[in-house]
């Protein structure tokens, strides 16, 4: 273990693209790109987690002392909150990013010279892989800073969170130019994949974390090389090629999470004719009146109501059932009442699954991943009234 590391607080574009293929191929050091949005204490508590050699800016490179190596076969670091909130960082080797670059581009059937574009933040998974498809295919990619429609023009491929293709379709963007549209980091409500492929999009929906190189399950289907199972617990495991390392610096995280070949995940899912669902996360279980309820479950049924456009399903804080069934709702037309809402998920779940609570908002508040930010939604500002409802 000899290999340097350079933390890179960079904005997308050549300079993180060019130290991304050095450090893919050897010729440079292990990168772990940070976001220059990054508030200083949160900035400084990754670099003290990650430990690099040096921090590139674009000012140029500083060396901090303290740096300790990585495994020389070690390309790529994504340093990431996970559900606790502490700062850690996932080790990714070139081979692993690499196989698992190709094996997207084989599954969806990429044509030699299709161009990507990389809207998604470059320091977390799925924005770096955009990145690293580009180099595999040998394709210059269109980096932008953020999410522009117009910015799509001339692209083949693109990889979307939900709200992103959410703006597409109200932009009226014809979605035929593109050859295929990866759609991952938070469940997509079905009238969004219907409408999407209902005005001629190929809409592919990925399943992957940090921990995979991203996307490794693909409309359900594991990508070549991938395994997939799940426990007795319902929480899903995966193993094949695409599977990190370890966790940097944390050999107590990475026996947690590893069990020999397999990778325990926090999602909990089910195989079904060898296509996996996914339900919701092992931690978003909501506990209630004795009561466990999957949050994604009744957040999926509640997708399905035609006056529900966007909807995310959390427990709060009640003291008397522990938790309460919480749905942030992003209204449809004219906004839907609790009590219809509760009808609409009795009909389905059991009874005490239906939302004990119903916030109406504009838009979901997002992590800049692009997935929902529970931890804001659980615990909302001012705090949310308690209804009396039985």
Same mark, same amino acid.
């Given at each position: 273990?000899?290999?340097?590391l350079h933390?890179?607080?960079l904005?997308p574009g050549?300079?993180?693209l060019?130290?991304l293929?050095?450090?893919?191929d050897?010729?440079?050091?292990? =990168?772990c790109?940070?976001s220059?949005?990054l508030?200083?204490p949160?900035?400084?508590?990754l670099?003290d987690?990650?430990?690099?050699?040096a921090?590139?800016?674009p000012? #140029?490179?500083t060396?901090?002392?303290g740096g =300790?190596?990585v495994?020389?076969?070690?390309?790529v670091?994504v340093a990431?909150?996970g559900?606790t #909130?502490?700062?850690k960082a996932?080790?990714?080797?070139a081979?692993a990013?690499? $196989?698992?670059?190709?094996a997207?581009l084989h599954? =969806?059937?990429?044509?030699?010279?299709?161009?990507?574009l990389?809207c998604?933040?470059?320091?977390?998974?799925a924005?770096?892989q955009?990145?690293v498809?580009?180099?595999?295919?040998g394709?210059d990619?269109v980096?932008?800073?953020?999410f522009?429609?117009?910015?799509a023009?001339?692209?083949a491929?693109?990889?979307?969170?939900?709200?992103q293709l959410?703006?597409?379709l109200?932009?009226?963007?014809?979605l035929?130019?593109f050859?295929?549209?990866?759609?991952g980091g938070?469940?997509a409500?079905?009238g969004l994949?219907? /409408?999407?492929?209902?005005?001629?999009?190929?809409?592919?929906?990925?399943? #992957?974390m940090s921990?995979?190189?991203?996307?490794c399950?693909?409309d359900g289907?594991?990508l070549?090389?991938v395994r997939v199972?799940?426990?007795?617990?319902?929480?899903?495991r995966l193993?094949?090629p695409v599977?990190?390392?370890?966790y940097r610096?944390?050999?107590?995280?990475?026996?947690a999470?590893?069990?020999?070949?397999?990778f325990?995940?926090a999602?909990?899912g089910?195989l079904?004719? #060898?296509v996996l669902?996914i339900?919701?996360?092992?931690d978003?279980?909501?506990?209630?009146?004795?009561e466990?309820?999957?949050?994604?479950?009744?957040?999926?049924?509640l997708s399905?109501h035609p006056? !529900?456009g966007?909807?995310?399903?959390?427990?709060?804080a009640?003291?008397?059932w522990g938790e309460?069934v919480t749905?942030?709702v992003?209204?449809?037309?004219?906004?839907p009442?609790?009590d /219809?809402?509760?009808?609409?998920?009795?009909?389905?779940l059991?009874?005490y699954?239906?939302? $004990?609570?119903?916030?109406?908002?504009?838009? =979901?508040?997002?992590?800049?991943?692009g997935?929902p930010?529970?931890?804001?939604?659980r615990?909302?500002?001012p705090?949310a009234p308690?209804p009396n !409802?039985?």
């Amino acid at each position: 273990m000899d290999r340097r590391l350079h933390a890179l607080v960079l904005p997308p574009g050549p300079r993180l693209l060019s130290a991304l293929a050095a450090a893919l191929d050897g010729t440079g050091p292990a =990168i772990c790109p940070l976001s220059p949005a990054l508030p200083a204490p949160a900035r400084d508590a990754l670099l003290d987690a990650v430990a690099p050699h040096a921090v590139e800016t674009p000012d #140029g490179l500083t060396p901090r002392p303290g740096g =300790i190596p990585v495994d020389d076969a070690t390309a790529v670091l994504v340093a990431t909150s996970g559900s606790t #909130g502490a700062p850690k960082a996932v080790e990714l080797t070139a081979a692993a990013l690499r $196989h698992s670059a190709t094996a997207t581009l084989h599954r =969806i059937g990429a044509a030699p010279g299709d161009r990507w574009l990389c809207c998604l933040p470059t320091d977390h998974i799925a924005g770096l892989q955009v990145l690293v498809r580009s180099l595999v295919a040998g394709t210059d990619p269109v980096i932008v800073p953020r999410f522009d429609p117009a910015a799509a023009d001339g692209v083949a491929h693109l990889s979307l969170v939900p709200t992103q293709l959410r703006r597409l379709l109200d932009d009226g963007t014809d979605l035929t130019r593109f050859r295929t549209v990866l759609l991952g980091g938070a469940p997509a409500a079905p009238g969004l994949l219907t /409408e999407a492929r209902a005005r001629g999009a190929r809409v592919v929906t990925t399943y #992957g974390m940090s921990e995979t190189c991203g996307g490794c399950v693909y409309d359900g289907v594991p990508l070549d090389g991938v395994r997939v199972t799940t426990g007795a617990d319902g929480r899903v495991r995966l193993a094949g090629p695409v599977l990190f390392s370890r966790y940097r610096l944390r050999p107590d995280l990475t026996a947690a999470a590893r069990d020999g070949a397999w990778f325990r995940t926090a999602d909990l899912g089910a195989l079904t004719g #060898g296509v996996l669902t996914i339900s919701g996360r092992a931690d978003d279980v909501i506990n209630t009146g004795g009561e466990k309820v999957v949050a994604g479950d009744v957040a999926t049924v509640l997708s399905r109501h035609p006056r !529900v456009g966007d909807v995310v399903v959390v427990g709060r804080a009640d003291p008397r059932w522990g938790e309460r069934v919480t749905a942030v709702v992003v209204p449809r037309g004219t906004a839907p009442a609790l009590d /219809e809402l509760r009808a609409w998920v009795r009909a389905t779940l059991p009874p005490y699954a239906a939302p $004990h609570e119903l916030q109406l908002v504009t838009q =979901i508040p997002l992590l800049p991943s692009g997935k929902p930010d529970r931890a804001r939604l659980r615990n909302p500002d001012p705090p949310a009234p308690v209804p009396n !409802v039985t």
